[in-house]
């Protein structure tokens, strides 16, 4: 009871607490909001007007991005209708917001959009008009007013007045500046007058259309330059699959060249010196296969290097030919600085991102064929190698061409001044998104690439998965499929596999044991066992299977059965099962012939009867 009134206690003590401390703030709050009230009623505070108007990160305190601001004074240009090509700059006062434009101030972009405007309808009116139009100078409010006159209409066309920000901007009084710019817009008229006659217009429209012609003749070289090279290359690719296939379907003999050549001085029988001559030979020409394989490669880089260079040459003189024929015709001029602009740069983003592919893809496959073509491995292991490089090296050349291509895309968006970051932020959240909805997708293509590289198996080999086993008859990045002794395809996914026993890897070997009765003479086993291996190894037709003699290892293990006798027999892959059914047959054969009977269970019997043991109780088989 005392405890629980010393718990209620407290909590009442903590519930006046707490309520104590909000009442003191809100009294708090209350009153600094009355005394600031007051201040602003008496007017003691300072005037919101004295305190400096900065400009913030709003949009409306940027300028417009065809001005340029320095400091007080904000500038922009005059082009021509022609060409674009800049004659004079406006200055006006700077404007930090204009969202709130005071009165009687105009942006210095609406002063020269309005210009630019007053020029264009000169042009569209000095095409008919026969005489050169003229630029006079006029005073309007004590300020010098230029002004275009021609013969099509008798009031001139005001088109710019020079005002004290432009004067005091280019360091100039207002009538030198005046006489400045009349000079620069009666030179233009003059251009203007030209380039509109009919002479010229039809002068530059020939100009352009022998342009073209060149342009469709070089494009039809360029067609028959890649036809060309495409038909070279699909011969060359016909060739190098031919030697991949002969790599492939080698002659499996030639595997057990290593443990051959090297025990050959010792092992070997009569004849065997020549046999290996002829392995080495065999594997000098293997590696003269892989060699060719590379060359062809090479002529099929080159070829596709010209092809990449006939496409880059023709877009470069499509491009220049366009560009070309805008500047020439005077109604495109116009837009002849535009295509010498981003687009020039959009090219040569993507012809870097190009040749760094094209570099990227060469050293890959001059990496992949310095692994392969090591003269210190075994040929077994060469083959292998050089059938699983093309896995791997299009794996490579994939991820590096879509890093580039990606870096490419991000280039390319900055280059229109889209915010990149915004992008590559979201990508990254729905990669991340994707990649935890997919974690056994990624995980499949992981170990795909481990086992890959790592060469734990290969299509081909004999394989055993967990409680899996079977022929690897398809493997890729996501999944190994096997095929059992019964006939069902079995799909594993590559994120599944952990242990791997490999059967086949190399060399194989027949793990032959047999248990014989106690009876036999060991010595004499042993010995029949080493003639049926001696004489299984001198037959050609199976001497080919075997790496080297049938090893008699002896007795294993002692049991009540009777003796273990082990033989090991070296084969080469995928050998190892018909060598070991043609061995236990004439083991067999061998045992039956010498009179050698196999182990047998032995037990004792005993009687039921435990009071009256029977002396006739003996071992029985």
């Known amino acids: 009871m005392r405890q629980f009134m010393r718990q209620f206690m407290r909590q009442f003590f903590a519930f006046r607490f707490a309520q104590t401390a909000l009442r003191f703030v809100l009294i708090s709050l209350l009153a600094c909001g009355l005394a600031i009230a007051g201040e602003l009623s008496s007017g003691t505070l300072p005037a919101l007007g004295q305190l400096p108007s900065l400009p913030t990160g709003d949009a409306s305190f940027s300028p417009p991005s065809e001005v340029s601001r ?44 309005e210009v630019n405007a007053r020029l264009w309808r000169v042009l569209n009116r000095a095409i008919n ?23 099509q209409t008798t009031r001139p066309i005001r088109l710019v007045t020079v005002t004290e920000p432009d004067s005091d901007w280019n360091g100039k009084p207002l009538d030198e500046l005046a006489e400045e710019w009349r000079d620069i817009l009666q030179d233009e008229m003059v251009r203007f007058k030209q380039l509109t006659s009919k002479d010229i217009i039809w002068q530059r429209l020939r100009q352009a259309f022998r342009l073209l012609v060149g342009l469709l003749l070089a494009s039809g070289i360029i067609w028959f330059l890649q036809r060309l090279l495409t038909r070279r290359q699909r011969t060359l690719e016909a060739r190098y699959e031919e030697q991949l296939a002969a790599i492939a ?34 594997r000098s020409h293997f590696l003269e296969t892989l060699q060719a ?10 070829d596709k290097f010209l092809k990449w260079a006939l496409f880059w040459i023709f877009v470069l003189i499509w491009y220049v030919g366009i560009a070309r024929i805008m500047s020439t015709v005077p109604l495109l001029m116009r837009w002849s600085v535009y295509v ?86 979201g990508g990254a959240v729905i990669g991340l998104a994707i990649s ?34 079977g022929l690897v008859e398809r493997l890729n990045l996501r999944v190994t499929q096997l095929r059992n002794g019964e006939g069902q395809l079995i799909t594993i996914p590559n994120s599944n596999i952990t242990n791997v026993c490999n059967l086949t890897r190399l060399w194989s070997r027949v793990n032959f044991s047999i248990v014989v009765a106690y009876d036999n003479d060991p010595v004499k086993v042993l010995n029949v066992l080493k003639q049926v291996s001696e004489t299984l190894y001198r037959e050609p037709k199976w001497r080919d299977r075997l790496i080297e003699s049938p090893e008699v290892l002896g007795i294993d293990e002692l049991d009540h059965t009777g003796m273990l006798v082990r033989v090991w027999i070296k084969t080469i892959p995928l050998e190892q099962w018909s060598v070991g059914r043609e061995f236990r047959l004439r083991v067999r054969q061998a045992f039956e012939a010498n009179h050698i009977q196999i182990g047998k269970p032995q037990w004792i019997a005993y009687n039921a009867n435990l009071e009256k043991p029977s002396p006739e109780a003996s071992p029985t088989s």
């Open 293 to 302: 394989q590379f060359s062809v490669k090479r002529q099929l880089d080159v």
């Open 129 to 151: 008009a026969k005489d050169t139009p003229q630029v006079t100078i006029a005073i309007l409010n004590n300020r010098p007013v230029l002004q275009i006159s021609d013969d």
């Open 436 to 469: 935890f909805g997919s974690q056994s997708l990624i995980k499949d293509l992981v170990n795909g690439c481990l086992i890959l590289i790592e060469d734990q198996f290969a299509v081909g080999d004999v394989v055993q998965i967990g409680d899996k086993s």
């Open 70 to 113: 320095h400091g007080e004074y904000e500038t922009a240009s005059i082009r021509s209708p022609l060409d674009n090509k800049m004659l004079f700059e406006v200055t006006s006062p700077t404007i930090f917001n204009r969202a709130e434009v005071p009165e009687n101030r105009l942006p210095v972009e609406v002063r020269a959009q």
């Open 340 to 425: 010498w602009a981003t687009p020039l740069a959009l090219l040569a983003i993507w012809f870097g991102i190009s040749l760094l592919i094209r570099i990227s893809r060469s050293l890959i496959d001059r990496f992949l064929f310095s692994w392969k073509i090591n003269g210190l491995l075994p040929i077994g292991e060469t083959q292998r190698i050089a059938l699983r490089t093309k896995t791997i090296s299009e794996a490579l050349k994939g991820l590096i061409t879509f890093v580039l291509i990606l870096v490419g895309i991000v280039w390319t968006l900055g280059l229109f001044n889209i915010p990149t970051s915004s992008i590559l932020a």
């Open 249 to 282: 379907n080698a002659e499996k003999p030639h595997q057990r060249n290593e443990s051959t050549v090297t025990n050959a001085s010792s092992e070997l029988l009569d004849g065997e010196e020549s046999e290996a001559r002829e392995i080495a030979e065999m």
